[in-house]
């Protein structure tokens, strides 16, 4: 019975203390980062509207580049199940072909 307590007690004492210590971590974390994002100077934050639009073309290209691979690869591998698909019906009328001529 008193083993039970004991380790009842203990439970409760750990999920306080990791839950303390949870609260205790994000606040410094959330105060650490916020510090340190008031003190980048506002240059820093500045983009001009030329590398926006250098981004902005960047971003497009790739977009529209795996669309076409996509597209490409998309389309081989179709052609490669009917070719398969055409070469299995054309064996498979061969045999039959074969079967009524020796039949």
């Known amino acids: 019975m008193i083993k039970k307590h004991f380790a009842f007690i203990c439970r ?3 999920n306080t203390c990791s839950r303390r210590i949870g ?7 959330f ?3 916020f510090s340190t994002y008031l ?7 500045y983009i001009d509207p030329a590398t926006t639009a250098m981004l902005v073309q960047i971003f497009a290209g790739i977009f529209i ?3 076409v691979m996509f597209g490409v690869f998309r389309r081989k591998i179709i ?3 009917k070719n398969l698909s055409i070469k299995y019906m054309q064996r ?3 045999k039959q072909r074969k079967g009524k001529d020796s039949g």
Request: with cysteine; proline share 3%; hydrophobic share 45%.
């Open 31 to 33: 105060s650490f980062f």
């Open 92 to 94: 498979k009328i061969e």
């Open 65 to 67: 580049t795996l669309g």
């Open 23 to 29: 609260r205790i971590l994000g606040t410094a974390y």
């Open 12 to 14: 409760q004492i750990k």
């Open 79 to 81: 052609l490669c199940f």
């Open 39 to 45: 003190t980048i100077p506002a240059y820093a934050n």
